[in-house]
């Protein structure tokens, strides 16, 4: 990377101080700011290894886990419209979702197994069938009554593919087009009705990779409703104290003997599963997992290079391969050597996502500096620095309460005292956190494109940060209400407000003007709000850097 940086004679920035690495790794890692202390102890720390052991603790912090569980629900389209179910539990479903993601990634279970848990996914998971409903059954009955968090332990997420469109099991073609970008990162919609204008796929592939799902059905397979109905039918032998909770209507995702295979475009014949750019796979029983196991190969073109190229863009702001999700011959990587080389190490790590992000984390690249030098100031495209990009809008949320020491309410959407981070449902009904979402550009998932997430800055955010009346009555609370509260000095309480906001210590032109202000006020309290207030409203506290 930086050879190339030498032939364009870009000369890349230097090390980002002990601050702003800080501050932007906290971030990215667990989606919210280190906290004064944790800035102070940082700072004091004269180790020569302090940023290695840093990456280790938020590597396992238990915010980790959360922030890749909600990228995972983005990646795999966890949307509660699209869910079965009465719609006041399908918030619980998609909890159940997020957590069977942050599950593993907190053990650190290799990729290729997170992806397998997902795309071969059935709902019995080898369970008998009366076996599979009286879990089903007790599942129901605990999701009603709070957050169950049994669904996490399942070996499959059969959530993925318990999708509707109005009444109907979702269509083929969205099944087709989900899975092509979430675990190979290539798109294929345009090959559905035409060979497509930019890249290799024809109908003919489109619909070859769509009949590797063809099997796979949602709904009560003639198992299911002939063990119901007799379980039903015993039941209402029973008294009304020992029949137990009702049974709730019983679909399960199974692999049917009867696909909805889509036919041979020219001729209308008969055509095989087929891997995208792979073999054709065998037509009996479950395709998808001859589908896992040519993707897993080590000489797959897609399978670990898309991932690789998602965790480089959540940590640089844009890929190697940008859009992440479309890998393409006419889209290029801009550094396909090191693309190649960091998919090759993650393929001989196990799919390790954790000694993936170290390796990234720990980098040169990583590491750079924010502010530019006279040759990158324009620089999008060769990592000659650290760009200063937008946050996710769950961040967004989970910074600003860091800031001025402030807590969320989600009310029936997530378990008291969750963060941002750890909301699953994409329909958020507490009325601030939606309103943040919204302008910050929290994706709806209804889309298979990885573009649906808003990563651009836009008026109603600036608007938002000045003038949004729960922000700034948050502001004169929390945090500031305690510095009042404990008698701290105008000069330490502007200290404080710095590294709670910046991260950092103000500098000596900044102090005298926070002073100043405070000075100027009617009265502390007005003064030292004022100057949280223009904290937030800064570009350094809304971007990560």
């Given at each position: 990377m930086f050879a190339k940086l030498a032939r364009l004679n870009i000369e890349p920035s230097g090390p980002a101080s002990d601050a702003e690495f800080l501050r932007r790794v906290t971030i990215d890692t667990t989606g919210g700011l280190p906290s004064p202390e944790e800035v102070r102890r940082f700072?004091?720390?004269?180790?020569?290894?302090?940023?290695?052991?840093?990456?280790?603790?938020?590597?396992?912090?238990?915010?980790?886990?959360?922030?890749?569980?909600?990228?995972?629900?983005?990646?795999t389209a966890a949307n509660v419209d699209a869910m079965d179910g009465p719609p006041e539990l399908r918030a619980k479903k998609a909890r159940m979702w997020h957590e069977w993601f942050r599950r593993r990634v907190a053990a650190n279970v290799g990729y290729d197994q997170v992806v397998r848990g997902v795309l071969t996914a059935t709902s019995r998971d080898g369970r008998g069938v009366r076996e599979w409903i009286a879990v089903e059954a007790a599942t129901d009955q605990a999701s009603r009554g709070?957050?169950?968090?049994?669904?996490?332990?399942?070996?499959?997420?059969?959530?993925?593919?318990?999708?509707?469109?109005?009444?109907?099991?979702?269509?083929?073609?969205?099944l087709t087009e989900l899975a092509a970008t979430a675990f190979l990162g290539v798109r294929v919609e345009c090959a559905q009705c035409h060979k497509h204008p930019f890249d290799r796929w024809t109908q003919a592939d489109y619909r070859g990779f769509a009949n590797v799902f063809a099997p796979v059905r949602f709904e009560g397979s003639p198992e299911v409703v002939a063990?119901?109905?007799?379980?039903?039918?015993?039941?209402?032998?029973?008294?009304?104290?020992?029949?137990?909770?009702?049974?709730?209507?019983?679909?399960?995702?199974?692999?049917?003997?009867?696909?909805?295979?889509?036919?041979?475009?020219?001729?209308?014949?008969?055509?095989?599963?087929?891997?995208?750019?792979?073999?054709?796979?065998?037509?009996?029983?479950?395709?998808?997992?001859a589908l896992?196991?040519?993707?897993?190969?080590?000489?797959?073109?897609?399978?670990?290079?898309?991932?690789?190229?998602?965790?480089?863009?959540?940590?640089?702001?844009?890929?190697?391969v940008d859009p992440v999700d479309d890998l393409s011959p006419n889209n290029p990587p801009s550094h396909p050597?090191?693309?190649?080389?960091?998919?090759?190490?993650?393929?001989?790590?196990?799919?390790?996502?954790?000694r993936l992000e170290r390796l990234i984390l720990s980098s040169r690249a990583y590491q750079l500096s924010s502010t530019?030098?006279?040759?990158?100031?324009?620089?999008?495209t060769n990592f000659a620095r650290s760009y200063p990009r937008p946050l996710m809008a769950e961040a967004v949320?989970?910074?600003?309460?860091?800031?001025?020491?402030?807590?969320?309410?989600?009310?029936?959407?997530?378990?008291?005292?969750?963060?941002?981070?750890?909301?699953?449902?994409?329909?958020?009904?507490?009325?601030?956190?939606?309103?943040?979402?919204?302008?910050?550009?929290?994706?709806?998932?209804?889309?298979?494109?990885?573009?649906?997430?808003?990563?651009?800055?836009?008026?109603?955010?600036?608007?938002?940060?000045?003038?949004?009346?729960?922000?700034?009555?948050?502001?004169?609370?929390?945090?500031?209400?305690?510095?009042?509260?404990?008698g701290t000095s105008d000069a330490n309480a502007v200290d404080e407000l710095f590294l709670a906001a910046l991260s950092r210590p103000p500098d000596e032109a900044e102090k005298?003007?926070?002073?100043?202000?405070?000075?100027?006020?009617?009265?502390?309290?007005?003064?030292?709000?004022?100057?949280l207030w223009a904290l937030v409203n800064t570009r350094e506290f809304i971007l990560n850097h």
């Amino acid at each position: 990377m930086f050879a190339k940086l030498a032939r364009l004679n870009i000369e890349p920035s230097g090390p980002a101080s002990d601050a702003e690495f800080l501050r932007r790794v906290t971030i990215d890692t667990t989606g919210g700011l280190p906290s004064p202390e944790e800035v102070r102890r940082f700072l004091a720390d004269a180790g020569p290894d302090k940023r290695e052991r840093k990456i280790d603790d938020l590597l396992n912090h238990p915010l980790h886990a959360a922030v890749w569980a909600t990228k995972f629900l983005d990646v795999t389209a966890a949307n509660v419209d699209a869910m079965d179910g009465p719609p006041e539990l399908r918030a619980k479903k998609a909890r159940m979702w997020h957590e069977w993601f942050r599950r593993r990634v907190a053990a650190n279970v290799g990729y290729d197994q997170v992806v397998r848990g997902v795309l071969t996914a059935t709902s019995r998971d080898g369970r008998g069938v009366r076996e599979w409903i009286a879990v089903e059954a007790a599942t129901d009955q605990a999701s009603r009554g709070g957050f169950d968090e049994s669904y996490a332990k399942r070996e499959s997420l059969d959530l993925f593919w318990r999708r509707f469109e109005g009444e109907e099991f979702v269509s083929l073609e969205k099944l087709t087009e989900l899975a092509a970008t979430a675990f190979l990162g290539v798109r294929v919609e345009c090959a559905q009705c035409h060979k497509h204008p930019f890249d290799r796929w024809t109908q003919a592939d489109y619909r070859g990779f769509a009949n590797v799902f063809a099997p796979v059905r949602f709904e009560g397979s003639p198992e299911v409703v002939a063990a119901t109905a007799e379980m039903l039918e015993a039941r209402r032998k029973l008294p009304k104290d020992q029949a137990g909770p009702p049974l709730p209507r019983m679909r399960e995702v199974y692999v049917s003997a009867k696909p909805r295979r889509l036919p041979h475009p020219d001729t209308g014949g008969v055509l095989p599963p087929k891997a995208l750019g792979g073999p054709e796979l065998a037509a009996d029983g479950d395709p998808r997992v001859a589908l896992f196991e040519w993707m897993t190969r080590p000489d797959n073109p897609y399978f670990a290079r898309s991932f690789v190229n998602r965790v480089w863009a959540h940590y640089f702001g844009v890929g190697l391969v940008d859009p992440v999700d479309d890998l393409s011959p006419n889209n290029p990587p801009s550094h396909p050597k090191l693309l190649d080389d960091l998919a090759a190490e993650f393929v001989r790590s196990g799919y390790d996502l954790r000694r993936l992000e170290r390796l990234i984390l720990s980098s040169r690249a990583y590491q750079l500096s924010s502010t530019p030098t006279d040759t990158n100031r324009r620089d999008r495209t060769n990592f000659a620095r650290s760009y200063p990009r937008p946050l996710m809008a769950e961040a967004v949320l989970d910074v600003l309460n860091d800031a001025v020491g402030a807590k969320e309410e989600f009310g029936d959407d997530a378990p008291p005292g969750s963060r941002a981070v750890e909301v699953a449902t994409n329909r958020v009904r507490a009325d601030h956190a939606a309103r943040v979402f919204r302008v910050f550009g929290r994706p709806a998932r209804a889309s298979t494109c990885d573009c649906e997430r808003a990563s651009g800055p836009a008026l109603p955010q600036t608007l938002f940060l000045m003038a949004d009346p729960a922000l700034l009555k948050k502001l004169s609370g929390g945090r500031l209400a305690k510095l009042l509260a404990d008698g701290t000095s105008d000069a330490n309480a502007v200290d404080e407000l710095f590294l709670a906001a910046l991260s950092r210590p103000p500098d000596e032109a900044e102090k005298r003007a926070a002073l100043a202000r405070v000075d100027a006020a009617p009265d502390r309290a007005a003064g030292l709000t004022d100057v949280l207030w223009a904290l937030v409203n800064t570009r350094e506290f809304i971007l990560n850097h």
